[in-house]
Nanobody
Framework: QVQLVESGGGLVQAGGSLRLSCAAS????????MSWYRQAPGKQRDLVAT???????NYADAVKGRFTISRDNAKNTVYLQMNSLKPEDTAVYYC?????????????WGQGTQVTVSS
């Protein structure tokens, strides 16, 4: 079965950096697009960044220029490097991938990792 395991969250001061990791299993990682989402308390889960199987990337406007998504196909792992962190980046960060199931796409999520940025 598909399993996504995030790590790397924690408490950091504003202006600091963190690197999140997501180890994937149960999928053909090299051909899978991978994404990071985040959810702050009382808010909806929002897309942060996506990397395609070809390495193309997209970012939410709120994180452009500060966050970098990357992947290591040899390790079946996707990363999110977060620099110049702001208090508003505080959220639970989730790794995501989608897998085709007939005519639909199924979402798979990790358990989430907490990122807290203090001012």
């Amino acid at each position: 079965q598909v399993q996504l395991v995030e790590s790397g969250g924690g408490l950091v001061q504003a202006g600091g950096s963190l690197r999140l990791s997501c180890a994937a299993s149960g999928i053909i990682f090299s051909i899978s697009a991978m994404s990071w989402y985040r959810q702050a308390p009382g808010k909806q889960r929002d897309l942060v960044a996506t990397i395609t199987s070809f390495g193309s990337t997209n970012y939410a406007d709120a994180v452009k220029g500060r966050f970098t998504i990357s992947r290591d196909n040899a390790k079946n792992t996707v990363y999110l490097q977060m620099n110049s962190l702001k208090p508003e980046d505080t959220a639970v960060y989730y790794c995501n991938t989608k897998r085709r199931n007939g005519l639909r796409w199924d979402d798979y999520w990790g358990q989430g990792t907490q990122v807290t940025v203090s001012s």
